[in-house]
């Protein structure tokens, strides 16, 4: 795969994927404006759209009624160089008919134990929890 990256001015990039898709990112310094995620804010964005996917997926193959999947991650990064993250935990709000709860916490642990690449590679820096609440939809 290959991407590419391009300084625009100040610390504003834009990135392209492999896939021919842009984003405009910003390494956000005193006093910046923001006009798109930090680089870092990606890391975490990406591993939200891994792991959603994911759970939706396989909720989806154990025939679950999902009409709805969203995960709220809260990343904690190191004081010092390099500021990687240390924590991260994931909420996920599942929304469907007739959920089995059972079912949902499968979903998630697959998820990051053996699906998400993302998941799986900031977990060899950060501590990575998470948990779930079913909303019932009629």
Known sequence: M?????????????????????????AKGPGQGSVGPSPMEMLILGMGGCTTFDVVHILGRMRE?????????????????????TKIHAHFKVSGRNLKEKK?????????????S???????????????????VE
């Open 65 to 85: 009624d999902v009409t709805d999947c969203e995960v709220e991650i809260d990343g904690v990064r190191a004081d010092e160089d390099p500021k990687v993250y």
């Open 118 to 136: 993302a998941s799986i590679m900031l977990g060899a820096t950060a501590e990575i929890t998470h948990d779930f609440e079913l909303i019932d």
């Open 104 to 116: 949902v916490a499968q979903a998630i642990e697959m998820s990051a134990e053996k699906y998400c």
């Open 2 to 26: 290959i991407t590419r990256v391009k300084w625009v001015e100040d610390r504003v990039f834009i990135g392209t994927s492999g896939s021919g898709h842009g984003v405009v990112m910003e």
